[in-house]
């Protein structure tokens, strides 16, 4: 049983467009939500969190939505380029805990 | 910046044999973690450890089992490896002073089990 589901399992998008991955969550006591960039060969790195008393965060060109009533959370990646080719997970935690658990993960490749 | 090293990047076991997965971080950090990543299901959290000769299990402790005698080391143990057990397996650590922000991952060890 799967805490945190993750849609699509992969992506292809065309440089400059926008990429969209989505997760949902079932657990409310989680109020911390990552999202983990992966290459190939590579640990996952985090590259943007938020917590639930904001319903949005921008970083540069990736901006995470968070919709607390639907438990829904999603990763927009504007201006896609080449080089944000990688698998993208969301996770979720308790901000106090210590566990993070991941959604499935989505492959994401960006076309010249 | 923080470093977290795991011993091999590639594996190949016989069904049966024990099989030791090692993992060292260079900054002092008092939680390690175990994943393991299968296509579709995301990263898996095998076992954890709160400090030195501490751990607890994860979502999926079966069939592993985990050592942590020093602060920077952190081993994963398959006492029997079997074939189901083939897997990419990620080594992580963090200091609860940097909040949930803090997970640094090794770059993963792939395990094949023939």
């Known amino acids: 049983q799967q805490q945190v589901k993750q849609s699509p399992q992969s992506l292809i998008v065309q440089k400059g467009g926008i990429s969209i991955i989505n997760c949902a969550y079932e657990?409310?006591?989680?109020?911390?939500f990552p999202w983990y960039q992966q290459f190939p060969g590579k640990g996952p790195a985090l590259l943007i969190a938020i917590r639930p008393d904001v319903s949005e965060k921008k970083e540069g060109r990736f901006t995470i939505s968070f919709n607390k009533s639907a438990k829904q959370f999603s990763l927009h990646i504007m201006d896609s380029q080449p080089g944000d080719s990688a698998t993208y997970f969301c996770a979720a935690s308790k901000a106090a805990g210590n566990k993070l658990t991941f959604g499935g993960g989505t492959r994401v490749l960006v076309k010249p | 910046d923080v470093k977290v090293t795991q011993s091999s990047r590639y594996l190949v076991k016989r069904t049966g044999e024990k099989v030791f997965l090692e993992c060292v971080q260079d900054m002092d950090h008092e939680n390690m973690f175990w994943y393991r990543q299968d296509p579709g299901l995301g990263l898996r959290l095998i076992y954890f450890?709160?400090?030195?000769?501490?751990?607890e299990k994860g979502d999926i402790p079966e069939g592993y089992s985990v050592s942590r005698e020093k602060k920077e080391r952190f081993s994963l143990i398959l006492e029997s490896a079997s074939t189901n057990q083939t897997s990419m397996y990620l080594c992580a650590s963090r200091s609860p002073g940097q909040g949930m922000d803090g997970y640094t991952f090794g770059s993963g060890t792939r395990l094949t089990v023939v």
């Open positions: 657990n409310t006591a989680f109020d911390y």
């Open positions: 450890s709160y400090d030195v000769k501490m751990k």
